[in-house]
């Protein structure tokens, strides 16, 4: 199973290689995901999958689109 | 003969037909028809000055749309906005809170769009920093207040706009009467610590909320209705923002503004807000955009 990762802002330095088809474990959640990836979870503010905003223990299906997302407040 | 009359008369007098690159012809105010008409008008109500007043010039515009004539400086609005949308942006309040890199391109587009009440507010004095995004920000206007460069450049801009500027912070209480009577609240604020109060603030004034951040080349802008929730019930009010780190360059604010802008003139139109329990994401490094549902 592989998913699509998109990391914004602060976030884009723990994009990985493989970010367009990243494989994915059965039963892993976005939070998961994002752990394994290296994000601190004080830093990850927003998740979306297939663009619905969701928690972090949703869990990934194949082809997924994954967006992470930090605080960003500038103006 | 009543002065709407006489009004009336001088608009039928001083349009002109025009034909659009299209080929349609329409009847056009040209610009100094608009302001000689206002002069008149002036000198009826007893005002002296040689420079319309702002009254006066929105009175000519407006009669002249409802007359089914475009007043000239907002001919190539149309058809974008229809005859009854212009007027409706005419007769529209919109209240802004920061003329920052946000607030100065959303103010300078929904002045030269035609809205015809702003009120916008700003503690803040410019300093060289903001020298890179924010429109109203000059080596004239350095170390000045956001406030009053906002004044001036209304004025130049458009003195038909009836344009109130707060040269303070506003604290939930000052936000509370800040947002009354207006249509419309934007939220052009820098930072995440006064998102929430204006975010309470709209929703107890009944009103909608269109947001806006930007940090590097990414950002995002939404709507939010009474009672929903917003990006600012996500990102909380004390986190550390991502553009403290990466900065605020000007592509992403004025991609941000003109979004916002976009969505705050379909609102005022009378249109569904086009990003309800939603978040518009993008990035300008990849050029990619998102609608996130919240």
Redesign the interface.
């Known amino acids: 199973m592989h998913v699509s990762i998109k990391c914004f802002a602060t976030l884009s330095r723990f994009t990985p290689p493989e970010a367009e088809a990243f494989a994915i474990a059965p039963g892993e959640t976005a939070g998961g995901l994002a752990q394994r990836l290296g994000i601190p979870m004080a830093e990850l503010k927003l998740i979306f999958i297939n663009g619905a905003h969701v928690e972090p223990d949703a869990p990934l299906a194949d082809g997924d689109r994954v967006g992470l997302f930090p605080a960003v407040g500038g103006g | 003969m009543p002065l709407s009359l006489t009004l009336n008369e001088g608009i039928r007098a001083l349009a002109r037909v025009d034909t659009r690159p299209d080929g349609c012809q329409c009847q056009v105010l040209p610009y100094f028809a608009v302001l000689d008409l206002a002069r008149g008008l002036g000198r009826n109500q007893g005002h002296s000055k040689a420079q319309p007043h702002s009254k006066a010039m929105a009175s000519v515009e407006l009669s002249a749309l409802e007359l089914g004539i475009i007043p000239e400086r907002y001919q190539r609005n149309s058809t974008a906005y229809s005859f009854a949308e212009q007027i409706r942006l005419l007769q529209s309040r919109v209240a802004m809170v920061?003329l920052?890199?946000?607030?100065g391109h959303v103010l300078e587009i929904l002045a030269r769009t035609g809205v015809g009440h702003i009120c916008a507010a700003d503690g803040d004095e410019f300093q060289p920093s903001n020298l890179n995004r924010q429109l109203l920000c000059t080596r004239r206007s350095l170390s000045g207040y956001k406030a009053a460069a906002a004044a001036a450049r209304v004025q130049l801009v458009n003195p038909a706009v009836d344009f109130e500027p707060v040269a303070a912070y506003l604290d939930e209480e000052l936000m509370e009467r800040f947002l009354k009577g207006a249509n419309l609240a934007v939220d052009?604020?820098?930072?995440?610590k006064d998102?929430p109060a204006l975010l309470r603030q709209a929703a107890r004034a009944g009103i909608p909320l269109v947001t806006?951040?930007?940090?590097?080349q990414?950002?995002?802008v939404a709507t939010v209705l009474p009672g929903a929730i917003g990006p600012s019930d996500?990102?909380?009010a004390d986190?550390?923002?991502?553009?403290n780190?990466?900065?605020?360059p000007a592509p992403a604010?004025v991609m941000a503004a003109a979004l916002m802008s976009a969505e705050v003139l379909n609102i005022l139109c009378g249109r569904e807000p086009r990003l309800t329990g939603a978040m518009l994401?993008f990035?300008l490094?990849?050029m990619?955009f998102?609608?996130?549902?919240?």
């Open positions: 920061g920052g890199g946000l607030g052009a604020l820098g930072g995440l998102r806006a951040a930007v940090a590097g990414a950002g995002y996500i990102f909380g986190s550390e923002t991502a553009e780190t990466l900065g605020t604010v994401v990035d490094e990849g990619s998102e609608r996130v549902s919240l």
